[in-house]
């Protein structure tokens, strides 16, 4: 759940009239501020373009819409290539790359192993026994999934393909499209806590926090930093262990479950950032980084040229321990809350 940001820019005294729209989608809340003053009709225009934008992706990738394309491809048992949208095409080709540089830790067809945790849309409370995982696993691999230009396909009829650790964010870079589209420049975008900037508000950057998390993964509290957003990395994703996670058979369960043994681990790492040039590709690599851990994400990290802060548990005398990539350590420009 990437729901780590807040944005900071929204109390800051810069000259001009801001506009502000605001709504529900993906089971959270959408936040625009516009740098420019619009009229109620424009602004009553807007919010309908946004909301239909928005609906086209959730009627397009939810797994919480029986109807939506993507759980038609998953009940549809063909192995043969199928044809798919240009907006699931391009999500599921993200992700599959993200997938082959991560050697797998990020899988969009991880669903069957979410949902036996309870954190998709099938709710349970109980922890799931090894052999429940177990035969989970065997539909489970990026690898049984192939996109051509003749469609997707899936070499096993029970692949279930779940593209909520990048939908949220492909959401986000839909609404900035449909605001450029529009002719608005200057703008910032936010869903659930994932963000998109556009210009400046009035000569001043857009500014966005990074929630600090409470030690022990609680609700998070306060603002560790600001970060000034700037053209070349306007999109701003965080994943995070200490928001979503429930007890399942005496022990902690989090949502996100590594795909490769299928267990809910947890870890020193309690959220992990990434800064990309689309919302899309920094929600999938943020969730990449939770599953890699505090062992081996700053090193993927550096590895692919990754803009990346990481908050780590640290002890009594410093509760958070702050790690940052050399591409973001390059390219951002922080202040102190």
């Given at each position: 759940m990437a729901t780590a940001l807040l944005l900071a820019a929204c109390g800051e005294k810069t000259g001009g009239e801001t506009s502000k729209l605001a709504g529900e989608t993906m089971g959270?809340?959408?936040?625009?501020?516009?740098?420019q003053k619009l009229d109620?009709?424009?602004q009553a225009a807007l919010q309908q373009r946004i909301d239909s934008a928005l609906e086209a992706v959730n009627d397009s990738m939810s797994t919480y819409r029986e109807q939506s394309e993507l759980m038609r491809y998953n009940h549809n048992p063909a192995t043969t290539p199928q044809p798919v949208s240009d907006g699931l095409r391009r999500v599921i080709g993200k992700a599959l790359e993200i997938s082959v540089q991560s050697d797998g830790v990020y899988d969009i067809t991880v669903g069957p192993l979410v949902n036996l945790w309870g954190f998709g849309p099938v709710k349970r409370q109980d922890k799931p026994a090894d052999s429940e995982i177990a035969a989970a696993l065997q539909h489970i691999g990026y690898g049984k999934l192939q996109l051509t230009d003749a469609g997707l396909a899936k070499n096993d009829p029970q692949v279930f393909i779940d593209l909520s650790s990048i939908a949220k964010g492909y959401g986000v870079d839909v609404v900035a499209e449909t605001l450029l589209d529009g002719g608005y420049t200057?703008?910032?975008?936010?869903?659930?806590?994932?963000?998109?900037?556009s210009g400046s508000k009035y000569g001043a950057p857009w500014r966005v926090g990074i929630e600090r998390p409470e030690q022990g993964l609680a609700t998070g509290e306060g603002v560790e930093n600001i970060i000034a957003m700037n053209e070349k990395l306007p999109a701003m994703a965080t994943s995070g262990n200490y928001r979503q996670y429930a007890e399942r058979g005496g022990e902690m369960a989090?949502?996100?479950v590594d795909p490769r043994d299928g267990r809910s681990h947890s870890s020193r790492l309690l959220s992990a950032t990434v800064l990309a040039a689309d919302c899309m590709t920094a929600d999938g690599y943020a969730t990449a980084l939770m599953v890699l851990g505090d062992e081996k994400a700053l090193e993927f990290a550096d590895r692919y040229g990754l803009a990346a802060e990481l908050i780590l548990a640290g002890d009594d005398k410093q509760p958070f321990i702050i790690e940052r990539s050399r591409a973001f350590r390059a390219a951002v420009q922080e202040e102190k809350p």
């Amino acid at each position: 759940m990437a729901t780590a940001l807040l944005l900071a820019a929204c109390g800051e005294k810069t000259g001009g009239e801001t506009s502000k729209l605001a709504g529900e989608t993906m089971g959270t809340t959408w936040h625009v501020s516009i740098a420019q003053k619009l009229d109620a009709p424009a602004q009553a225009a807007l919010q309908q373009r946004i909301d239909s934008a928005l609906e086209a992706v959730n009627d397009s990738m939810s797994t919480y819409r029986e109807q939506s394309e993507l759980m038609r491809y998953n009940h549809n048992p063909a192995t043969t290539p199928q044809p798919v949208s240009d907006g699931l095409r391009r999500v599921i080709g993200k992700a599959l790359e993200i997938s082959v540089q991560s050697d797998g830790v990020y899988d969009i067809t991880v669903g069957p192993l979410v949902n036996l945790w309870g954190f998709g849309p099938v709710k349970r409370q109980d922890k799931p026994a090894d052999s429940e995982i177990a035969a989970a696993l065997q539909h489970i691999g990026y690898g049984k999934l192939q996109l051509t230009d003749a469609g997707l396909a899936k070499n096993d009829p029970q692949v279930f393909i779940d593209l909520s650790s990048i939908a949220k964010g492909y959401g986000v870079d839909v609404v900035a499209e449909t605001l450029l589209d529009g002719g608005y420049t200057n703008f910032i975008v936010e869903i659930g806590g994932e963000v998109r900037a556009s210009g400046s508000k009035y000569g001043a950057p857009w500014r966005v926090g990074i929630e600090r998390p409470e030690q022990g993964l609680a609700t998070g509290e306060g603002v560790e930093n600001i970060i000034a957003m700037n053209e070349k990395l306007p999109a701003m994703a965080t994943s995070g262990n200490y928001r979503q996670y429930a007890e399942r058979g005496g022990e902690m369960a989090y949502h996100i479950v590594d795909p490769r043994d299928g267990r809910s681990h947890s870890s020193r790492l309690l959220s992990a950032t990434v800064l990309a040039a689309d919302c899309m590709t920094a929600d999938g690599y943020a969730t990449a980084l939770m599953v890699l851990g505090d062992e081996k994400a700053l090193e993927f990290a550096d590895r692919y040229g990754l803009a990346a802060e990481l908050i780590l548990a640290g002890d009594d005398k410093q509760p958070f321990i702050i790690e940052r990539s050399r591409a973001f350590r390059a390219a951002v420009q922080e202040e102190k809350p």
